[in-house]
């Protein structure tokens, strides 16, 4: 990544507006929804006006949310005394600035041309807003940041990359002011920095904190001051609350950990606060019993038993009602999301949740013997279907949707006695009991069995097809033991399983093992 020191953009050929003209300069800034875009263009075609230049500003709307980013297009030149013809939107190999809010909108605007090698300064912000495609992955969806970073360089003539967004935090704005001081830092633009910092104070009651946020950045893009770094993680041990009556047994539990190996610890110790915060000290008693079990077929360096600790924790804590509506209202949520979007005591936030309860969602959130009874009396799906089964928004920042959400949670202590515990729990036994015999003779299979709980996530129809995925790799078990590269195949088999959606990677993966497993 090449960060701006300050040296002046080279000069780039561009279209022009006449004989004694410079010629035009187009712009191109890629923004999500929320960022100022739209006031981070205007600010851009007020510097340009202020100078005498004359300039047009057109947009084109991206896609809800995260889906899409819109693209604000400048285009603007000196005024000759002559009317420029402006084009209202840019064209691949025809941009002289591209600005983008975040790391892989710069990207997606060097994969579709908007970046060119010899022409284009790019102005981007390092940091990283998670793409709709990198969530709804079966696996780690996440962007290699680097590959993205290496590909600007490649591809700009020029890169300003920092993080803008822990810029426009630190001086309590947002990341549009930001924008503009790399802008004006970068020297792509003909503009001394006082005219921007002009068009910033009129911009109104935020001005102050734009113009920290604008001087910030200008600093940084011109070597006046180093680039804000990376946060160190935090490698502080997270805490568990835990009331004062229940002090002597989560201590019991914390002995126990004592006695696994060194290299266990710390994975079971995460393992034991997440089942505990979940459900109960006894919860997280089961818990402990499963990890020891697992290390008495254990030795050095323990892979499986670490496998074992991290796994079990998922598969003993899965997604139901009682948990989604538990986390929604913690205090805890209500200060990440404020502090994430920037607001202050002093303003509203309404938070809006989507729930689109199944009936079998409904059901297994019942007694054992309740749930089964409607789910085997007729015409009761079809009832439920015809009825209930639609989206439902819960407002959780009301006071009627977040006691809605409240007392759904609260029945957590019943959480044993209902009938998605019972599935869940049944599930979770044969897993773990078909682990326990691999151990005894090929522990690398069994360490890849336990990691197979990791295709197994969400809940409504996103944990139905996690369990059917599972159900496909598990299937191949019969296929695999007594082979030497059985743990091989049964890894490629899960990361084929994550690789995509539909599953069509796990078929050819499973056709493989397939052509080559034993008759019978």
Same mark, same amino acid.
């Given at each position: ?46 510097? *340009? %006006? =202020? ?20 693209? +604000? ?12 013809? &402006? /084009? ?7 941009? #002289? ?8 909108? /710069?990207?997606? /605007? !060097? ?23 990198? $969530?709804? /992955? ?24 920092? #993080?803008?967004?822990?810029?426009? $935090?630190?001086?309590?704005? !947002? ?15 003909? &503009?001394?920095? %006082?005219?921007?910092?002009? !068009? ?62 060194? =290299? ?15 459900? #109960? ?20 360096? &323990? ?36 502090? =994430? ?18 009936? =079998? ?15 085997? $009396? ?11 089964? $639609? ?16 007392? @759904? ?25 078909? @682990?326990?015999?691999? *151990?005894?003779? #090929? ?9 197979? +709980? ?44 994550? *690789? ?12 493989? !093992? ?7």
């Amino acid at each position: 990544m090449n960060i701006q020191t300050g040296k002046p953009a080279p000069r780039i050929a561009r279209r022009s507006p006449g004989p004694d003209g410079e010629g035009i300069i187009t712009l191109a800034a890629l923004a999500v929804g929320g960022q100022g875009g739209g006031v981070l263009t205007n600010w851009i075609v007020e510097v *340009a %006006e =202020e100078n005498g230049w004359l300039a047009q500003s057109t947009s084109v709307a991206g896609v809800a949310q995260r889906t899409g980013a819109t693209i +604000y297009y400048v285009e603007m030149c000196r005024d000759t005394g002559r009317q420029p013809v &402006f /084009a209202l939107s840019p064209a691949p190999g025809d941009v #002289d600035i591209l600005m983008a809010s975040e790391l892989v909108e /710069a990207g997606r /605007a !060097v994969m579709r041309g908007f970046v060119t090698p010899g022409r284009t300064t790019l102005i981007a912000s390092t940091h990283r807003i998670p793409a709709v495609s990198e $969530k709804i /992955a079966p696996g780690d969806g996440r962007t290699d940041s680097s590959a993205v970073i290496k590909a600007m360089g490649i591809a700009a003539d020029h890169v300003v990359a920092f #993080d803008l967004e822990a810029l426009a $935090k630190e001086s309590g704005t !947002v990341i549009s002011a930001t924008l503009l001081g790399a802008l004006a830092g970068s020297n792509a633009l003909p &503009f001394p920095r %006082e005219s921007y910092e002009e !068009v910033i104070r009129r911009s109104g009651k935020t001005a102050e904190a734009s113009l920290r946020g604008f001087r910030r950045a200008y600093d940084c893009a011109t070597g006046a001051a180093p680039p804000p770094q990376p946060l160190a993680e935090d490698k502080a041990k997270p805490a568990l609350a835990v009331p004062a009556k229940l002090k002597k047994p989560w201590q019991a539990l914390e002995a126990r950990l004592h006695t696994l190996p060194t =290299e266990v610890q710390e994975m079971a110790r995460l393992g034991l606060q997440k089942v505990v915060d979940y459900q #109960d000290i006894a919860y997280g008693a089961e818990y402990l019993d499963m990890i020891k079990q697992i290390h008495t077929l254990d030795h050095a360096p &323990f892979d499986m038993t670490i496998a074992a600790a991290k796994y079990c924790a998922r598969a003993l804590c899965y997604d139901d009602i009682l948990r989604v509506a538990d986390l929604k209202t913690r205090s805890s949520r209500f200060r990440r999301i404020r502090a =994430e979007i920037g607001t202050t005591d002093a303003q509203l936030l309404r938070l809006t949740e989507y729930f689109h309860p199944r009936f =079998e969602e409904f059901t297994t959130t019942l007694p054992r013997r309740l749930g089964r009874w409607l789910q085997n $009396k007729p015409g009761t799906a079809a009832f439920y279907t015809r009825h209930f089964d $639609k989206g439902r928004r819960i407002r959780s920042t009301s006071l009627g949707g977040f006691l809605a959400l409240w007392v @759904v949670s609260t029945l957590r202590p019943w959480r044993r006695s209902l009938l998605r515990h019972e599935t869940e729990m049944a599930h979770v036994r044969d897993w773990f009991t078909t @682990v326990l015999r691999l *151990a005894r003779t #090929d522990r690398a299979l069994a360490a890849e069995v336990l990691a197979n +709980y990791r295709l197994i996530k969400g809940y409504s129809d996103t944990h139905m097809r996690g369990l059917s995925k599972f159900a496909r790799v598990m299937g191949s078990l019969s296929m695999l033991e007594g082979r030497a590269d059985a743990a091989d195949w049964m890894r490629r088999l899960r990361t084929a399983a994550l *690789a995509d959606e539909k599953g069509k990677a796990l078929d050819g993966a499973l056709t493989t !093992v397939a052509s080559f497993a034993k008759p019978g």
